[in-house]
């Protein structure tokens, strides 16, 4: 699997509450498969990881979601936990920049309670996905058919349920940026996006 990724640059975008794990072992494969990665958070300075509900490592971005350009990235990986997801949600940057990723149909990584930010990006209609499963009400209700599986790819969208998913997510986070954009994905919903 080394440099599938040469050339590549994909976003990371986290915040306070991101579960420690689903942050760092996609990054690291990402890093071992030779993509460049930007991790992009809600402002600047260092934001606190979680182990669950413990606090664990911090990590300081790179850039602010805000000052970031959609158009710079090969790819968009967002990790989980409970906070992080609420918070990325939760702000119009970081829909904006969800939303435009999406626009250009390149790949999208999402795990655990990321997928959030994905109902407010109107990524989710119309496509199959997986979460942890706190989540599958909001994401039927967004339009998604939701399943309980490791790891599941809709057109470039790729979404686990949880850290013992991180393997695969990662393979398959990994497979879908090396192919590129999907001219088949469905474009972000205009209903969802017009509230951003």
């Given amino acids: 699997m080394a440099a599938t990724l040469q050339g590549k640059k994909i976003a990371i975008l986290a915040t306070d509450g991101v579960e420690r794990v689903e942050l760092e072992g996609p990054r690291d494969a990402l890093r071992d498969a030779g993509a460049s990665i930007e991790l992009l958070s809600l402002e600047d300075g260092e934001f606190q990881g979680f182990d669950h509900l413990d606090p664990s490592a911090s990590f300081t971005p790179d850039k602010k979601v805000g000052d970031a ?8 990986v967002i990790p989980g936990g409970v906070a992080n997801g609420d918070f990325l949600r939760s702000d119009a940057d970081a829909i904006r920049f969800v939303t ?28 199959t996905v997986t979460s942890w499963p706190s989540l599958q009400t909001d994401l039927r209700n967004a339009g998604a058919e939701w399943v309980d599986k490791e790891v599941v790819v809709d057109e470039g969208l790729v979404t686990s349920r949880k850290p013992d998913d991180i393997p695969a ?12 954009p999907h001219e088949d994905a469905p474009e972000p919903s205009p209903e969802a996006t017009a509230s951003s």
């Fill in 169 to 180: 997510f990662s393979a398959k986070a990994i497979e879908e940026f090396a192919e590129g």
């Fill in 69 to 76: 350009s959609p158009a710079d990235y090969d790819g968009l």
């Fill in 100 to 127: 435009g990723v999406a626009e250009r149909k390149v790949p999208i990584a999402s795990i655990c309670h990321g997928p959030w930010i994905l109902i407010e990006a109107g990524v989710v209609d119309g496509r």
